[in-house]
């Protein structure tokens, strides 16, 4: 049976609900491992996290951490037993820059090999955005080295961008350490994404004494904006998806590589998202 495990952004950046509250519904819910943010990183210690992992019976696999906090992070992430960091996000809007986050990965994959972490990097829709015919995507990860740099595939984003993920894979393979799961039935144009040279457009995240984020005017803007924008999403399985999971999962495993299946979702189909991810584990469960 396949083992899954869940990103804590899933709860939403408004969640009030306690790191350690987290890890226990995932693990009711089916999931084994997790796939924390930076942010729980600022919030708890090492060993509130590795207490937290031991007391909910699931296990640390993953990391997303920008570029300038995937070095900060190596050490804890390895001493909580994890697998990889992630990058989130990026920005480059040519194939120039691409390769330049190329270079950037090789180097932050070069720290983290010391102590067995996998380094890679992760989609939305933009990253399929056009240079001369080729996804930028595909400059990075050509610009890279296999068993160096590694890709989470992003399967809603990568299919919302018109990407048949299982060829993508194929194209690719052994490349790919991990895939987000959520289902999707819309098509997204990609759009070219920001270049490393304009302004930074998200808010910064602040944390309250409690190390909780607090919401202000322009972040509840950004979450309004990115709400409309994944109304993409719809329950695992729906007859409207337009995603091949059972071809993904073959690709997946051609490659030779342990490949984690981590769920993601920004958005939700039923106001509940607890009630959405525990659908989406079982239909994981049952079906993978």
């Known amino acids: 049976m396949i ?9 939403g950046m408004d969640s009030t609900l306690p790191l350690v509250e987290k890890l226990q519904k995932a693990k009711d819910m089916g999931y084994t491992g997790i796939e924390f943010l930076a942010n729980d990183m600022d919030s708890h210690s090492t060993q509130e996290i590795k207490e ?16 300038d906090l995937i070095s900060g992070n190596i050490k804890k992430i390895a001493d909580l037993g994890g697998k990889q960091i992630i990058c989130p996000m990026h920005a480059f809007a040519d194939a120039e820059e691409a390769i330049d986050c190329a270079k950037q990965l090789t180097e932050k994959a070069k720290e983290a090999a010391e102590y067995g972490l996998r380094i890679g990097y992760h989609n939305h829709s933009d990253e399929f955005f056009l240079d001369n015919g080729k996804p930028l ?7 890279t080295e296999p068993g160096q740099v590694y890709f ?3 399967c809603g984003w990568a299919t919302a961008a018109g990407v048949d993920c299982a ?4 194209q690719y393979s052994g490349r790919f350490c991990s895939v987000h799961v959520k289902e999707n039935n819309k098509f997204v144009e990609p759009q070219r994404p920001r270049s490393a040279k304009d302004p930074v457009q998200r808010p910064p995240i602040e944390l309250d004494e409690n190390g909780k984020p607090i919401l202000t005017e ?6 309004e904006m990115l709400k409309e924008r994944t109304k993409i999403q719809c329950p695992m399985g729906d007859a409207s998806s337009r995603i091949d999971w059972k071809a993904i999962k073959a690709a997946t495993d051609a490659q030779g590589l342990d490949c984690l299946w981590i769920v993601e979702r920004e958005n939700n189909y039923a106001n509940d998202m607890i009630k959405c991810l ?5 239909w994981l469960l049952n079906n993978l």
């Open 3 to 11: 083992k899954i495990g869940l990103g804590t952004y899933s709860f």
């Open 52 to 67: 937290f992992l031991e007391q909910t019976g699931t296990e640390c696999w993953s990391l997303h951490a920008s570029m």
């Open 278 to 282: 525990t659908e989406d584990a079982a």
């Open 152 to 154: 989470q595939l992003d």
């Open 167 to 170: 060829d993508y894979i194929q």
């Open 218 to 223: 322009a972040m509840k803007k950004m979450l």
């Open 137 to 143: 995507l595909s400059y990075v990860i050509e610009n």
